[in-house]
């Protein structure tokens, strides 16, 4: 992940956190903030299964520098919904109700 944005800034794919922030739509037909898109590097954001997706970026000395590539990869990952962890094993609760009905409970 650091390496893949690594390579690209130094490919010369560098984007600037504005210019990050002017490729996304914002809420209601505003824009993103170039602060939101810090944020979503240090912290990350809430995919649709509930998991956290940060936003690749490095420092390029004292600014912030991520990659066309990298927002394009941000949203698909925010997109992908991801599965449901599965029930757990029903056989137990079946084999209490089996115990409690030899108990007559």
């Known amino acids: 992940m650091i390496a893949d944005i690594a390579n ?4 010369g794919e560098a984007v ?12 209601n037909g505003g824009r993103v903030s170039p602060n939101t898109v810090l944020r979503w590097i240090l912290h ?12 690749e970026g490095v420092r390029v000395g004292s600014a912030w520098c991520t990659s066309k590539g990298a927002v394009n990869r941000f949203v698909t990952a925010l997109s992908i919904p991801t599965t449901p962890p599965a ?16 108990l007559g409970l």
């Not at 990350?44 to 936003?55: A, E, F, I, P, S």
């Open 8 to 11: 690209e800034v130094a490919q």
């Open 16 to 27: 600037t956190l504005a210019a990050a922030a002017r490729l996304l739509p914002g809420r």
């Open 44 to 55: 990350g954001c809430k995919g649709l299964g509930g998991h956290t997706v940060r936003l």
């Open 87 to 102: 029930p757990p094993p029903r056989s137990a609760a079946k084999q209490a109700g089996v115990e409690l009905e030899r």
